[in-house]
T-cell receptor, first 108, second 112 residues
Framework: GIQVEQSPPDLILQEGANSTLRCNFS?????LQWFHQNPWGQLINLFY???GTKQNGRLSATTVATERYSLLYISSSQTTDSGVYFC??????????FGQGTTLQVKP | ETGVTQTPRHLVMGMTNKKSLKCEQH?????MYWYKQSAKKPLELMFV???????ENNSVPSRFSPECPNSSHLFLHLHTLQPEDSALYLC???????????FGQGTRLTVV
């Protein structure tokens, strides 16, 4: 079946540091999204990025569909960036499948 | 606000109760989804509706019964649940299947 793997599972950063989160997927991609889950459980859309590169402030994302991976970059991290980051992917079936998430803790 | 609203936000129910979760979107989307997120686990897809028709049932036990009366509303009817069904239940919608999805705030369910 479709597999989505995220790495690392946990990440601790000092405020101001940069980080890269990775998402590997097992099939050809129709949809690739990155989410940030806040402490109340809400999933915040960060990027819809089935291919290419996008930037939004301190965050950017790149998906290389031919090599079946996506990267989320966080620059100059802040304590408010803490939380769980999910990658979700759908292939030809249209089912949006989530990875296990990366738990990020940014320390002041 | 994502445009997807879930009610209630919190629910505590006994194992013999019947309750319903509601999801509403006015984004003009045609696909709606239910996901379950248990503690320390990733989101699990439960059901998918596309143009009011169920297109996916991910081997969900029959004590969870979805209903999609129109493209804007999605319900999850709950009956005779077990304590292990306690979780965060998230609803999402998208313009079509396989396109960018937007999530509601979730309903945190506790079964006692």
């Amino acid at each position: 079946g479709i597999q989505v793997e995220q790495s690392p599972p946990d990440l601790i950063l000092q405020e101001g540091a940069n980080s890269t989160l990775r998402c590997n997927f097992s099939d050809s991609v129709n949809n690739l999204q990155w989410f940030h889950q806040n402490p109340w459980g809400q999933l915040i859309n960060l990027f819809y990025i089935p291919s290419g590169t996008k930037q939004n402030g301190r965050l950017s994302a790149t998906t290389v569909a031919t090599e079946r991976y996506s990267l989320l970059y966080i620059s100059s991290s802040q304590t408010t960036d803490s939380g769980v980051y999910f990658c979700a992917y759908s292939g030809n079936t249209g089912k949006l499948i989530f990875g296990q998430g990366t738990t990020l803790q940014v320390k002041p | 606000e994502t445009g997807v609203t879930q009610t209630p936000r919190h629910l505590v129910m006994g194992m013999t109760n019947k309750k319903s979760l509601k999801c509403e979107q006015h984004l003009g989307h045609n696909a709606m989804y239910w996901y379950k997120q248990s503690a320390k686990k990733p989101l699990e897809l439960m059901f998918v509706y596309n143009f009011k028709e169920q297109t996916e049932n991910n081997s969900v036990p029959s004590r969870f019964s979805p209903e999609c009366p129109n493209s804007s509303h999605l319900f999850l009817h709950l009956h005779t649940l077990q304590p292990e069904d306690s979780a965060l239940y998230l609803c999402a919608s998208s313009p079509g299947q396989g396109v960018e999805a937007f999530f509601g705030q979730g309903t945190r369910l506790t079964v006692v």
